[in-house]
């Protein structure tokens, strides 16, 4: 048992809000891809045409098709406005569907804190760092278009709402882990708060934490914690278990090894490889 991830440390809130987000990303995608049979395209992203209309609109894509213009891809954030029909595009394609994504990680992830013994500060901070998650989701989505017409002109563009490739969202939130915010419950008004009035405020988007991470230098059996002594690091710096951050600053052996491997093989009539 992992007991250092029943503690509220900066981990832990990465961790909650990974999974969050992880919920809600794969659920969206596989619904615009139609493995699940409770969900499909994002309704409120598809064209309500009436039936001449919409065959008025299928005429004009076979008439041009697809252009040899790459299709162009923006990202759309939380405070952009969705761009219209009238815009220039239309809506077309299937768009990921994020609200029925977001629904099944609140009753996936967030159910779990109304019948686990939790104090109320506990509650608190991991349904906001399930929400802060599934916000990043939200920020990432992106705008795909393709134009169709001919010699590379866009006489029709439609578009879609498509989530990125998920290492995007995990790369946001560990810059979140980064700058996490120790709080504290303000039990008057129930409401969480900087632990230091030094710290800065946080906002929905941002991690919370309740207690300061242990050090993972050394070993700590109680905490399931084996320290990183007698582990292989990698030399190269800026990449994940550099010797710079394994060894905390304690030095480490460098210890080189001649491995002599076959290279460049072929199979000769007959019967060796050589």
């Given at each position: 048992m992992i007991f250092v991830l029943f503690l509220e440390t900066p981990e832990t809130a990465f961790i909650y809000a990974l999974t969050s987000a992880s919920v809600m990303h794969s659920i969206a995608k596989a619904c615009a891809k139609g493995e699940l049979t409770e969900c499909g395209c994002d309704k409120s992203q598809q064209p309500s045409f009436s039936p001449s209309a919409s065959l008025m609109r299928t005429r004009a894509m076979l008439k041009y098709p697809i252009s040899s213009t790459p299709s162009m891809s923006i990202s759309l954030f939380a405070s952009t406005p969705m761009p219209h029909a009238t815009d220039g595009f239309e809506w077309g394609g299937c768009s990921d569907d994020l609200k029925f994504g977001r629904n099944v990680s609140v009753s996936f992830i967030d159910e779990q804190e109304s019948y686990m013994s939790r104090r109320r500060i506990v509650r608190l901070v991991n349904l906001h760092n399930n929400e802060a998650g599934r916000q990043a989701v939200e920020r990432n989505v992106q705008l795909t278009c393709k134009c169709h017409g001919v010699s590379g002109s866009c006489t029709l563009r439609v578009c879609w709402r498509t989530l990125p490739d998920f290492r995007l969202i995990g790369s946001e939130l560990r810059t979140k882990y980064a700058s996490a915010t120790q709080v504290r419950l303000n039990r008057r008004l129930s409401l969480l708060k900087p632990r230091k009035t030094?710290?800065?405020?946080?906002?929905?988007?941002?991690?919370?934490?309740?207690?300061?991470s242990p050090s993972f230098c050394e070993k700590h059996l109680r905490l399931g914690s084996l320290g990183t002594q007698g582990r292989e690091c990698n030399l190269t710096m800026n990449e994940p278990g550099s010797c710079s951050v394994l060894c905390c600053d304690r030095g480490y052996e460098t210890i080189i090894r001649t491995i002599e491997e076959d290279c460049e093989c072929q199979f000769h009539w007959c019967c060796e490889v050589r």
């Open positions: 030094s710290m800065k405020l946080f906002n929905t988007t941002d991690l919370i934490y309740i207690h300061n």
